[in-house]
């Protein structure tokens, strides 16, 4: 074979979303190794802002997407970024690449239309893989989350729908979840970038539509769900 008809090398173009830079760079030393993976890292964003400004200035062909993000969460860069999945042309394509595996997690970003889910344990080969599978257009999922998917969206009957949870915002779904976890109202609106009494309002809308009296009692409520 001569060297016109080998086969052209692949190359996909990433956008790197998380809040956690020391995670990016990770990332980024991990797969961005281009000559090597064929992975081109082209841009990153900390929150649901600044990833729309970068994905929508550099349309890659996968964006990597933490579910939890300042500003509303990877569901909110999904709903944003809509236009840019739906071009008819080169569309954006998002693979979920997160710490939680929580179904509720994986369910909400696979119904805003994420390709696929990933758990941050997965290795850069399978990443670097998965990456390649999402820009061809194929779904891909960590082994045990792949039965959420499947339990939401292929059996007969339609998931059953949570109304208490519906009822909250996705702010104060994220306030939810980290007060479960344990966080004080401070680490909560460092985590969120807003502030203390926003929390406490915040808490205070979920208590009042939860109909909960405390913390301790949203506590058991959100574990019961699986949402910590």
């Given at each position: 074979?001569?060297?016109?008809?080998?086969?052209?090398?692949?190359?996909?173009?990433v956008?790197?979303?998380?809040?956690?830079?020391?995670?990016?760079?990770?990332?980024?030393?991990?797969?961005?190794?281009?000559?090597?993976?064929?992975?081109?890292?082209?841009?990153?964003?900390?929150?649901?802002?600044?990833?729309?400004t970068?994905?929508?200035?550099?349309?890659?062909?996968?964006?990597l997407?933490?579910?939890?993000?300042p500003g509303?969460?990877?569901?909110?860069?999904?709903?944003?970024?809509?236009?840019?999945?739906?071009?008819?042309?080169?569309?954006?394509?998002f693979?979920?690449?997160?710490v939680?595996?929580?179904?509720?997690?994986?369910?909400?970003?696979?119904?805003?239309?994420?390709?696929?889910?990933?758990?941050?344990?997965?290795?850069?080969?399978?990443?670097?893989?998965?990456?390649?599978?999402?820009?061809?257009?194929?779904?891909?999922?960590?082994?045990?989350?792949?039965?959420?998917?499947?339990?939401?969206?292929a059996?007969?009957?339609?998931?059953p729908?949570?109304?208490?949870?519906d009822?909250?915002?996705q702010?104060?779904?994220?306030v939810?979840?980290?007060i479960?976890?344990?966080?004080?109202?401070?680490?909560?609106?460092k985590q969120?970038?807003?502030?203390?009494?926003?929390?406490?309002?915040?808490?205070?809308?979920?208590?009042?539509?939860l109909?909960?009296?405390?913390?301790?009692?949203?506590?058991?409520?959100?574990?019961?769900?699986?949402?910590?």
């Amino acid at each position: 074979m001569n060297s016109d008809d080998a086969p052209e090398a692949r190359r996909v173009r990433v956008v790197l979303v998380d809040d956690h830079r020391m995670f990016r760079t990770g990332v980024q030393a991990e797969i961005g190794r281009t000559e090597e993976t064929g992975v081109e890292v082209v841009g990153e964003a900390a929150d649901v802002d600044q990833a729309v400004t970068v994905i929508t200035a550099t349309r890659p062909e996968v964006v990597l997407l933490d579910v939890h993000l300042p500003g509303g969460g990877g569901v909110e860069v999904l709903r944003r970024c809509g236009p840019l999945m739906a071009a008819p042309e080169d569309p954006v394509r998002f693979l979920a690449l997160s710490v939680s595996d929580a179904a509720e997690d994986v369910i909400g970003v696979i119904r805003g239309g994420a390709r696929g889910y990933v758990t941050k344990t997965i290795t850069g080969t399978d990443l670097v893989n998965s990456i390649f599978r999402v820009q061809e257009g194929d779904a891909v999922f960590s082994p045990r989350l792949a039965g959420f998917v499947l339990d939401a969206f292929a059996s007969t009957d339609a998931p059953p729908v949570d109304e208490d949870l519906d009822r909250l915002t996705q702010r104060e779904r994220e306030v939810l979840r980290l007060i479960a976890r344990g966080y004080a109202y401070k680490e909560i609106a460092k985590q969120l970038f807003i502030s203390v009494k926003t929390v406490e309002s915040h808490v205070s809308a979920v208590l009042r539509k939860l109909q909960l009296s405390n913390r301790h009692e949203l506590t058991r409520w959100a574990t019961a769900r699986r949402l910590v």
